[in-house]
C-alpha cells in the first residue's frame, strides 16, 4: 500500500474541526458582519478565551485591557482572526510534538507571510480569481507538511534534518524517496478529504511546481512565487515568474510586506505556542 493510500483512509486523515469550517464561512462573505463572527467563534470557549488573550498581547495591546471577543476582533482585524481562529482549530488537529526536527513557528511564520504576500500580488498576477483564495491558499499551501509531520514523525524527522543539513536537496524529493509521496499531494489529498473550496486544493497540490500549467494556474503560480520571494529576501528586481508585472508595484507589495514583517512574527509566536 503507498503511502497516499494509507492517507487516503478516512481513519488515518485527520478531521476538520466544524467550528473551522464555520468561521471560514462566516468570514469570507462579502460584508461579514462582526457579531456574526464573534458568535461564530464564541461556540469554541477555549478559542474565544485564546483570541482575547491574543488581543491583549504586547505587541497588540493599547492602554485598555480589551475584555469582549468583538472587542478582540476589531483590535486584532477581521483578515488576522479568521486566519488566527483557523490555524489555532488545526493546531489541535496536528501533534507535531514526535518531530523534533520540525519548527513549528517557522512553519506558521512561512505560512502568514505567504498568504500575506499572495495577496497583494493576487489582483496583479491573478485578476480573475478571488483574492481570498490567494489568502487562504498561502496559509495553506504547505499544510501536507503538517500532515506528513503528524502521520509519519519519525520518518519525516529524517527528511527534515536532511534537508536542514543541504538546504539544496528538494524537500519534497526527499520526502518522495523516503514516503513515495511529497507535501504536495499529502496536502491536496487531505484539503480535497476536507471539502474546501477546489483553488485552494489546487493551490497546496501544486505551488511547489513550477510550470504548472492546469485549472488555477494563475492563483498557483502566485502563491509559489510568494513563497519564493520571500524565501528570496523579497528582491523587486526579481520579475520572472510574474508577468508584466512592474517594478515599482513590486516595490509597493515588497514594502508592505516588510512593514507587516514583526506582526507575522509575532502571530507565528503564537501559534507556535498553541
Given at each position: 500500500?503507498?503511502?497516499?493510500?494509507?492517507?487516503?483512509?478516512?481513519?488515518?486523515?485527520?478531521?476538520?474541526?466544524?467550528?473551522?469550517?464555520?468561521?471560514l464561512?462566516?468570514?469570507?462573505?462579502?460584508?461579514?458582519?462582526?457579531?456574526?463572527?464573534?458568535?461564530?467563534?464564541?461556540?469554541?470557549?477555549?478559542?474565544?478565551?485564546?483570541?482575547?488573550?491574543?488581543?491583549?498581547?504586547?505587541?497588540?495591546?493599547?492602554?485598555?485591557?480589551?475584555?469582549?471577543?468583538?472587542?478582540?476582533?476589531?483590535?486584532?482585524?477581521?483578515?488576522?482572526?479568521?486566519?488566527?481562529?483557523?490555524?489555532?482549530?488545526?493546531?489541535?488537529?496536528?501533534?507535531?510534538?514526535?518531530?523534533?526536527?520540525?519548527?513549528?513557528?517557522?512553519?506558521?511564520?512561512?505560512?502568514?507571510?505567504?498568504?500575506f504576500?499572495?495577496?497583494?500580488?493576487?489582483?496583479?498576477?491573478?485578476p480573475?480569481?478571488?483574492?481570498?483564495?490567494?489568502?487562504?491558499g498561502?496559509?495553506?499551501?504547505?499544510?501536507?507538511l503538517?500532515?506528513?509531520?503528524?502521520?509519519?514523525?519519525?520518518?519525516?524527522?529524517?527528511?527534515?534534518?536532511?534537508?536542514?543539513?543541504?538546504?539544496?536537496?528538494?524537500?519534497a524529493?526527499?520526502?518522495?524517496?523516503?514516503?513515495g509521496?511529497?507535501?504536495?499531494?499529502?496536502?491536496?489529498?487531505?484539503?480535497?478529504?476536507?471539502?474546501?473550496?477546489?483553488?485552494?486544493?489546487?493551490i497546496?497540490?501544486?505551488?511547489?511546481?513550477?510550470?504548472?500549467?492546469?485549472?488555477?494556474?494563475?492563483?498557483?503560480?502566485?502563491?509559489?512565487?510568494?513563497?519564493?520571494?520571500?524565501?528570496?529576501?523579497?528582491?523587486?528586481?526579481?520579475?520572472?515568474?510574474?508577468?508584466?508585472?512592474?517594478?515599482?508595484?513590486?516595490?509597493?507589495?515588497?514594502?508592505?510586506c516588510?512593514?507587516?514583517?514583526?506582526?507575522?512574527?509575532?502571530?507565528?509566536?503564537?501559534?507556535?505556542?498553541?
Open positions: 500500500m503507498t503511502t497516499l493510500e494509507q492517507l487516503g483512509g478516512r481513519e488515518t486523515l485527520p478531521a476538520l474541526p466544524y467550528a473551522a469550517h464555520e468561521i464561512v462566516a468570514t469570507s462573505s462579502e460584508e461579514p458582519d462582526i457579531s456574526d463572527v464573534a458568535a461564530t467563534i464564541a461556540r469554541e470557549p477555549g478559542l474565544t478565551a485564546r483570541i482575547v488573550a491574543i488581543a491583549n498581547h504586547a505587541f497588540f495591546k493599547r492602554q485598555e485591557t480589551v475584555y469582549g471577543l468583538e472587542q478582540a476582533i476589531l483590535r486584532i482585524g477581521l483578515n488576522r482572526v479568521r486566519v488566527l481562529a483557523t490555524s489555532l482549530l488545526l493546531n489541535q488537529v496536528f501533534d507535531a510534538s514526535a518531530c523534533p526536527a520540525f519548527q513549528l513557528e517557522r512553519y506558521w511564520h512561512d505560512a502568514l507571510a505567504t498568504g504576500c499572495a495577496a497583494r500580488l493576487a489582483p496583479h498576477t491573478a480573475g480569481e478571488d483574492q481570498e483564495a490567494a489568502y487562504l498561502g496559509v495553506l499551501h504547505s499544510i501536507g503538517l500532515l506528513l509531520v503528524h502521520t509519519f514523525p519519525h520518518t519525516m524527522n529524517r527528511v527534515l534534518a536532511e534537508h536542514e543539513a543541504d538546504p539544496e536537496r528538494s524537500l524529493a526527499l520526502s518522495y524517496a523516503a514516503l509521496c511529497e507535501h504536495g499531494e499529502a496536502g491536496e489529498l487531505l484539503l480535497r478529504e476536507w471539502e474546501v473550496p477546489e483553488a485552494i486544493a489546487v497546496a497540490g501544486h505551488a511547489h511546481q513550477p510550470g504548472y500549467r492546469g485549472e488555477h494556474a494563475a492563483l498557483v503560480e502566485t502563491v509559489r512565487f510568494a513563497h519564493e520571494w520571500l524565501q528570496q529576501g523579497l528582491d523587486p528586481q526579481r520579475t520572472e515568474g510574474v508577468p508584466d508585472l512592474p517594478a515599482p508595484t513590486l516595490e509597493r507589495i515588497a514594502r508592505a516588510e512593514a507587516e514583517r514583526e506582526s507575522l512574527a509575532a502571530f507565528a509566536q503564537l501559534l507556535a505556542e498553541g
